[in-house]
């Protein structure tokens, strides 16, 4: 389960990821987390690189965070709750999120391309696909052709730490048009930020622009907030 979260608009960007912090100490006070749960991140979008804005043009900036949650089984985590407690976590996610979790939460099955362990640092890309083009021929290009470029590029730049398709087994929630998800991982912030100027990766972000739409996809540079479990 991945989730591409706004902040409450009534939050500073500099303070969201102490409040998205403070959501998952409040709901593990209330809730059991699921025993087929293997692993959480999450990830909150890098303001800035050495005291100046991180504003590179494909970088998104109407999005806050990504969330993923992981499980060795088919199935997706869920967690039973009572009524009262799921209106406490309803309130909870509308103090500390734009809207509830569940509209912007994308059902995926994960295919690992490069690497190991995640790092401490993410690119994430939710792509789309060009306009007119049909989601067959998306998906073909990109677990082919592109999946194979990118494992090669990883491997030449010596930074990539693991590198992840996303497919999603269900339709995406309503304003949230993405046909794929990726996941970079990196050692640190530093190494995140230097991939994006990497001559050997630059053929991904090449092939990228020949079957997706780059304006309406969505890239964020992430560092992780919090994850478990903890080692």
Partial sequence: MIYLARRNPSIEAEDWPRMWRSHAAYAAQILTLDARLSSLFYCARVLQVDGAPFDLPESARDYDGVAIVSSDTDEVPQVEMTPEV???????????????????????????????????????????????????????????????????????????????????????????????????????????????????????????????DRERSVTLLTYVIHRWPRA
């Fill in 86 to 212: 799921r209106a406490k976590i309803d309130q909870d996610e509308l103090r500390v999120f734009s809207t509830y979790v569940p509209r912007f939460s994308f059902r995926c099955e994960e295919v690992l391309g490069h690497g190991g362990a995640p790092g401490r640092a993410a690119v994430i890309r939710f792509l789309v696909r060009k306009t007119g083009s049909a989601r067959e021929a998306f998906l073909a290009h990109w677990s082919g052709r592109h999946a194979e470029i990118a494992r090669r590029a990883a491997d030449a730049s010596g930074i990539v730490t693991r590198y992840v398709h996303d497919s999603l087994i269900e339709e995406p929630p309503p304003g949230y048009p993405f046909d794929g998800i990726t996941e970079t991982w990196f050692a640190n912030t530093e190494d995140a930020v230097r991939s994006f100027a990497d001559d050997a990766l630059v053929p991904v972000a090449q092939d990228l622009t020949a079957f997706c």
